[in-house]
């Protein structure tokens, strides 16, 4: 059963075509020059029966100018070839590279809930897979497929002008081609699509594993984990070769009807020759034409399954653009140390789910430091992300304020916030990359300060200090170092507010005492929010925050 496609042709064809922009003068130049190639091809053509006629006697020409115009018309024709096929690899990874940035910055920028329903694998997938796919059928595909048809029509007029008869039965399987294409894209495409889908999960579920190795081994989970890898990987064999060979059998049927068109040339030819109708050098031109009217329906067969894979891709990168973005315009950063008011707050992450907050409120004056405590599964992190807006309120509202301005907290005033989250937050890269994503023009000076505060002092004992190499997630460094130098990144940013998000848990109790006095001693500066489960941390606040109360 064919599944019904989600986006119409037509919307698909405009994606592609806004898709293109910015590659459509170089588009244009490459179809240009295989235009032109296809022209001396079929010079080529005349110039072959013209020099074998003045050879065989059949007329009178000077065979040594025929000798080097074909020689001529074949160099330069491959001089085109080559021009073409180094301007398809230029605009190829230049497309790839501006889609892959734009689809990248896209999602990026969406919501914080956006992207949640698709797997980091599947996303990546349509990312590289994807993407390669468009940028192919944009910068190649497209410019031949034209060629290729006016190669087609170009031919057969062409050998038209030389035998009306055979030019028409030599076409004839066209309509019967025209017939079946219908059904053979909607098969193909619905084809490619699964197996567009198998290979997303095959990713996903790779990545996933790489990235829970330790989880895998400590559970020996491994054969599990293969397992499925293997059931995935022989579903996708199963639709691949379920596509191959519909897509076999398809081309088989159409090739016995080229294969029946050739050898009528043929035999037309070999009786017109001995009929004394034609020449030599015509039977040789009827045979070179018979091929350059085939060759395009056979190459435009051909392009099907790529044309099927483009739709599909483009479908899929269609659906990463519905995801939503968040508001976009001026930061709003305020003046002085700002504050939150958290007022009569309802959330729930789906309609229908009990509420995590039900008519919650709370106020974080300004340069308060504030212990939010509580169970797992009471809130806390749900609460930090609306402070930080990444998610909206249900009901109610949150704000944030210093003096007499106040705003509703959104994307827009997330600058006034330093977050450290929990877990290993570091990226792969030196030491120095990773705090001077905090603030790109932070001296030395400044960075040794703020790991000196996070009590990262040890950055300046290792071999390569700041300039050390960490792994992805910190590899190379153990949980808590990584934790301690994304504390000092985070106390780069220049905003008032510092939200703390069990961001101590790898910490021993000495050092956790260390860190918590100095970043509370002396005059605060900033707005403290501390959410934990450790009663410890209570000693270093002005107020307590028991979600397990609020309930």
């Known amino acids: 059963m064919v599944k019904p496609e989600k986006y119409k042709t037509s919307a698909i064809v405009r994606w592609l075509w806004r898709a293109s922009h910015g590659a459509r003068s170089m588009v244009v130049t490459n179809t240009l020059l295989g235009l032109l190639t296809a022209c001396l091809s079929l010079l080529f053509v005349w110039f072959c029966k013209e020099t074998i006629d003045i050879a065989t006697g059949d007329r009178d020409g000077d065979i040594l100018l025929f000798a080097a115009l074909l020689v001529g018309t074949r160099l330069v024709e491959i001089a085109f070839t080559a021009l073409s096929s180094w301007l398809v690899s230029k605009l190829g990874v230049r497309t790839q590279n501006r889609l892959r940035h734009s689809m990248f910055s896209l999602l990026i920028r969406s919501e914080w809930r956006g992207i949640e329903q698709h797997h980091s694998g599947d996303v990546l997938n349509r990312l590289m897979t994807d993407i390669n796919t468009i940028s192919g059928i944009i910068t190649d595909t497209a410019p031949y497929a034209f060629v290729t048809l006016f190669q087609l029509v170009a031919s057969f007029f062409f050998l038209y002008s030389m035998d009306h008869t055979l030019a028409l039965i030599i076409v004839v399987i066209m309509p019967l081609f025209m017939l079946g294409s219908r059904f053979y894209i909607r098969r193909m495409r619905a084809m490619t699509k699964d197996v567009r889908q198998s290979d997303s999960r095959i990713q996903s579920v790779m990545q996933e594993s790489l990235q829970h190795k330790t989880v895998i081994k400590t559970l020996e989970q491994d054969r599990e984990v293969l397992g499925r890898l293997g059931d995935l990987q022989g579903t996708l064999e199963e639709q691949v070769i379920r596509r191959t060979r519909f897509s076999i059998g398809t081309r088989v049927v159409v090739s016995l009807g080229f294969a029946l068109g050739y050898l009528t040339a043929f035999l037309w030819g070999a009786f017109s020759i001995r009929g004394g109708l034609i020449t030599f050098g015509v039977m040789t031109a009827f045979l070179q034409l018979v091929g350059r009217v085939q060759r395009p329906i056979t190459d435009l067969m051909r392009m099907v399954p ?93 704000s944030i304020y210093s003096g007499q301005d106040e705003a509703p907290v959104s994307p827009l005033t997330r600058c006034n916030f330093v977050y450290v989250p929990q877990g290993n937050t570091l990226f792969s890269g030196t030491i120095r990359d990773n705090l001077l994503m905090g603030r790109p023009d932070a001296t030395d000076e400044e960075l040794m300060a703020v790991l000196h505060t996070a009590c990262a002092d040890f950055v300046s004992t290792l071999p390569n200090g700041l300039d050390t190499l960490c792994g992805e997630s910190g590899g190379g460094l153990s949980e808590g170092q990584a934790q301690r130098i994304a504390i000092a990144r985070s106390l780069l940013r220049p905003g008032s507010i510092l939200l703390l998000d069990e961001a101590t848990s790898a910490l021993d109790t000495q050092t956790e005492r260390l860190l918590l006095e100095r970043i509370t001693a002396g005059d605060r500066a900033k707005t403290l929010i501390f959410i934990t489960h450790r009663p410890s941390i209570i000693d270093y606040c002005d107020r307590v925050i028991d979600l397990g109360r609020h309930g």
């Not at 009569?344 to 229908?352: C, L, N, S, W």
């Open 306 to 398: 790529t044309l099927v894979g483009a739709f599909t891709a483009a479908e899929r990168l269609m659906e990463l653009e519905e995801t939503p973005q968040e508001e976009d315009g001026d930061r709003r950063m305020m003046t002085g140390t700002a504050g939150l008011t958290v007022s009569d707050v309802t959330f729930r992450y789906a309609d229908g789910d009990c509420p995590v907050f039900d008519h919650f409120s709370a106020d974080f004056p300004p340069c308060t430091a504030t212990a939010i405590l509580g169970e797992t599964g009471v809130g806390k992190t749900t609460l930090i992300r609306l402070l930080l807006g990444l998610v909206h309120p249900t009901n109610g509202s949150v």
